[in-house]
């Protein structure tokens, strides 16, 4: 399979979007908003299930395991409508395996970061 650049993308719903994530599935605000925690401080990746995932479900009003089962539901679904290539083109690197939720959020609010610094990188 051939790769196709990715148009320009502005927010992360229309990236979400772009990663066949739809607000259809019940991780999808849930990842919005494990993407702007991450974005606010990236140290929270560094212990997702001591930082992120309760502030998640606090927010969101659930449980830390219902965070974690609908992030890697959200992830399962981008991975198999051709995630495996969109996800290089937005970071760069090649996954062989499905990411874990800490990676994928990582790679998510990096691109976002760079979106918003106009592209350029850190």
């Given at each position: 399979?051939?790769?196709?650049?990715?148009?320009?993308?502005?927010?992360?719903?229309?990236?979400?979007?772009?990663?066949?994530?739809?607000?259809?599935?019940?991780?999808?605000?849930?990842?919005?908003?494990?993407?702007?925690?991450?974005?606010?401080?990236?140290?929270?990746?560094?212990?997702?299930?001591?930082?992120?995932?309760?502030?998640i479900a606090?927010?969101?009003?659930?449980?830390?395991?219902?965070?974690?089962?609908?992030?890697?539901?959200?992830?399962?679904?981008?991975?198999?409508?051709?995630?495996?290539?969109?996800?290089?083109?937005?970071?760069?690197?090649?996954?062989?395996?499905?990411?874990?939720?800490?990676?994928?959020?990582?790679?998510?609010?990096?691109?976002?970061?760079?979106?918003?610094?106009?592209?350029?990188?850190?």
């Amino acid at each position: 399979m051939t790769e196709t650049p990715l148009q320009p993308i502005y927010s992360l719903k229309e990236l979400l979007r772009i990663l066949h994530i739809s607000k259809a599935y019940d991780g999808y605000p849930l990842l919005v908003t494990a993407v702007e925690l991450a974005m606010e401080d990236e140290d929270r990746l560094l212990r997702v299930t001591k930082l992120l995932y309760p502030e998640i479900a606090r927010r969101h009003g659930t449980s830390t395991v219902c965070v974690q089962k609908n992030l890697r539901k959200v992830i399962a679904v981008c991975w198999e409508h051709d995630g495996k290539n969109r996800i290089k083109a937005i970071s760069g690197l090649c996954y062989e395996q499905k990411p874990t939720p800490e990676i994928f959020i990582g790679i998510l609010a990096d691109y976002m970061e760079k979106i918003q610094r106009g592209g350029k990188s850190r």
